[in-house]
C-alpha cells in the first residue's frame, strides 16, 4: 500500500474511533461475493483488511453467507473453506436469506455492534451509505478500498461534535439557573506590564535629602572643631597666667643632703 493512501485509511479510522467508538480488533463482516474475490485474486483476505483498517480485525461471517456459498456447488469449495476459518456471526435466521438481507438485518439501523462491511455488492453498499458509521470495504481489481465516509456519516459526527459542547442533564441541574441573582464576574483589565522589578536600577536619593545630609554633617564638624578650639585656648589661658604671675614651681630638697652641706662648712 502506497504510503499515501495508508496515512488517509489512518485519519479515516481514527475519525471511527473518536466519533463513534470503534475499537481494536475490528470486527468485519465478509460476504460470499468477498471470499470469492479473495480466492479468485489469491489474496490473504485477513492480512489485507488488517493492512487496509490499520490495525488488528477480527473477521465474522454469517450462516446465511455460507449456504448461499454451499448452493452454488463444488467448484466454490475453496471459498467455503475460507469462509469456515471465519468466526460464525449468528443471524438468528431459521431458514436462510439472501446474503444482503442477513447482513443488513445484523448491522441494523444504528450499527450498534460498530461492525466494519466488506461486500462487493453495489446495491447493499449503497443501503448502508444511508446509515451512519459503517466502514465499507470493496475490492477493485484486486485492489482493497476502504471508501470515505458518506454524507450521513459526517452528519452524525458534526452531531456528535456539538452535544459534547453542551452539558448533560445531570451537569445542566448543578448549573444555577439565571433568575438567582450571581455577583458580577470581574475581569482584570489587560494593559502594560511594570518591568521586571530585578531588572529596575535602584534610586537614587533626592537632591534635598542628600543636601540636609550634607549640613547635618558640616554642623557636626563645626561642633567639633569649636569644641577643640575651646580646649585650646583654654589650655593657652592657663599658661599665659602662669607667665604673667612669675611664680614657678619650687624644688623640694631632701633634708639629710642639706645638713651634711652645712656642717662641712663649718669644719
Known amino acids: 500500500m502506497r504510503q499515501k493512501r495508508a496515512k488517509a485509511y489512518r485519519k479515516l479510522m481514527s475519525l471511527y474511533a473518536m466519533s463513534f467508538g470503534f475499537r481494536q480488533p475490528y470486527q468485519v463482516l465478509v460476504d460470499s461475493h468477498m471470499c470469492k474475490e479473495a480466492i479468485a485474486h489469491k489474496i490473504d483476505l485477513v492480512k489485507q483488511l488488517g493492512v487496509v ?7 465474522m461471517i454469517t450462516q446465511c ?7 452454488q456447488g463444488k467448484e466454490q469449495q475453496p471459498a467455503v473453506d475460507l469462509a469456515k476459518t471465519f468466526e460464525r456471526r449468528k443471524c438468528n435466521h431459521r431458514e436462510a436469506i439472501p446474503g444482503e438481507e442477513c447482513l443488513s438485518s445484523v448491522v441494523g439501523e444504528t450499527n450498534k455492534h460498530r461492525y466494519v462491511l466488506a461486500t462487493q455488492s453495489q446495491e447493499l453498499r449503497q443501503k448502508l451509505r444511508a446509515i451512519p458509521a459503517i466502514p465499507l470495504i470493496h475490492m477493485k481489481r484486486s485492489v482493497m478500498i476502504l471508501e470515505p465516509p458518506s454524507d450521513t456519516t459526517l452528519r452524525a459526527k458534526a452531531l456528535e461534535e456539538e452535544k459534547a459542547l453542551h452539558p448533560t442533564a445531570p451537569e445542566a441541574a448543578k448549573i444555577p439557573s439565571a433568575a438567582t441573582p450571581t455577583e458580577p464576574i ?7 506590564k511594570g518591568p521586571n522589578p530585578l531588572s529596575v536600577k535602584k534610586r537614587k536619593p533626592k537632591p534635598e535629602a542628600s543636601a540636609t545630609a550634607r549640613n547635618t554633617t558640616a554642623e557636626s564638624e563645626s561642633a567639633i572643631g ?8 583654654d589650655g593657652q589661658s592657663s599658661a599665659a597666667h602662669t607667665e604673667r604671675s612669675g611664680h614657678k614651681r ?8 642639706s645638713d651634711s652641706a652645712g656642717t662641712a662648712g663649718q669644719d
Do not use: A, F, S
Request: include cysteine; glycine fraction near 8%; proline fraction near 5%.
Open 53 to 59: 483498517l490499520q490495525g488488528t480485525v477480527k473477521p
Open 65 to 71: 453467507c455460507i449456504h448461499e456459498l454451499y448452493l
Open 186 to 192: 470581574r475581569k482584570k483589565k489587560k494593559g502594560p
Open 226 to 233: 569649636e569644641k577643640r578650639k575651646r580646649e585650646d585656648d
Open 250 to 257: 619650687k624644688r623640694r630638697r631632701k633634708h639629710g643632703v
